[in-house]
């Protein structure tokens, strides 16, 4: 009878066992961790369906023809995406062109060979400016930097460089150049951090051997720190290019805000989420509400690619680097 017992107490016991094992801790940990992952898929899936909604008269009015149409005219009903979306790649181009060789230069004086003090210091400041409101820029570059592009930067570009289209025209002061220097400031931040990071990543035992083999700091750095963490620094310009194209405050005070197309650097311009700040809370009609819904559409789509180019270059890089390796 005991051994009874003992049986139908040991097969009581089984169930409960198997639940404390499947309410463990990691179990636990993973199915909460995974709602969370799943979390940020829903709030995506979410955003595009109703991007995608809101914006269906604008989409079924213009069709296609609305990312390469010029015209943008609310009293009419005509709406065009082309100028801001110009307005958009250009001023994120010049931007990145500014802001990744010295963001680049900036993270490597900061990881290799900067003393350590003075390393301490300035990487507060740069995460400092990371944290500065846009507003702040916009301002700033609006009394400050315009006025020093109208007279003497843009003049003296014109005269040097006025054979090249993008130096022509008149100097306004506004205009796409005035808006990618602003972001190329507020981007550097981004693009220092994180190549900075990515530098120190770097296992200490490949700059060792290359200053083993006769190598200067410099060259150690340029030929085996830099290979070796260039996945990292083209994630860096990627999260900056996301910085810039989503821009709305500082370039909106800045660019001139005029629905044209110019090759021009001195011409003002509009950009796609300058135009959505600026309109959105004066329009009046359902077509041009819905057209400004598909303008964040059309930026949420150029986000998206221009992310999963930057994923398959880093990608691509750190393939290369396991087959150099």
Not at 11 to 24: D, F, G, T
Not at 29 to 34: D, S
Not at 217 to 233: D, F, K, M, Q
């Amino acid at each position: 009878m005991a051994d009874c017992g003992k049986f139908a107490g040991t097969r009581a016991a089984r169930p409960l066992a198997k639940v404390r094992s499947s309410l463990s801790g990691d179990r636990i940990a993973y199915l909460v961790t995974l709602l969370f992952a799943v979390s940020i898929i829903i709030l995506t899936v979410l955003v595009l369906y109703k991007l995608v909604s809101a914006s269906e008269l604008s989409r079924a009015k213009f069709g296609w023809s609305f990312a390469f149409t010029q015209t943008w005219n609310p009293v009419t009903g005509q709406f065009g995406a082309l100028p801001f979306v110009y307005g958009t790649v250009v001023t994120s181009v010049v931007a990145l062109v500014i802001a990744g060789p010295l963001g680049l230069g900036c993270a490597i004086f900061l990881s290799e060979l900067a003393p350590l003090r003075l390393s301490s210091a300035l990487t507060f400041v740069v995460e400092l400016l990371a944290a500065v409101p846009s507003v702040i820029y916009g301002l700033l570059a609006l009394f400050a930097l315009v006025p020093l592009l109208r007279d003497p930067v843009e003049p003296w570009l014109k005269d040097w460089f006025g054979f090249l289209p993008c130096f022509q025209g008149p100097a306004y002061g506004v205009g796409y150049l005035a808006a990618g220097l602003v972001l190329a400031i507020m981007v550097v931040p981004f693009i220092t951090s994180v190549s900075r990071e990515s530098l120190l990543a770097v296992p200490r035992e490949q700059h060792e051997a290359a200053l083993a083999l006769g190598a200067t700091r410099w060259e150690a750095t340029w030929n085996v720190v830099l290979p070796y963490a260039r996945s990292g620094i083209a994630g860096s310009v990627f999260l900056a290019l996301a910085r810039a194209l989503a821009e709305t405050m500082a370039v909106t005070m800045v660019i001139g805000n005029d629905p044209k197309i110019s090759a021009s650097l001195f011409a003002p311009g509009y950009t796609i989420a300058a135009v959505i700040a600026n309109e959105f809370t004066e329009a009046i009609t359902n077509l041009h509400v819905s057209a400004l819904i598909e303008l964040g559409l059309v930026l949420f789509v150029i986000t998206v690619i221009m992310n999963g180019l930057g994923q398959l270059l880093m990608l691509a890089t750190s393939r290369t680097g396991s087959i150099h390796t």
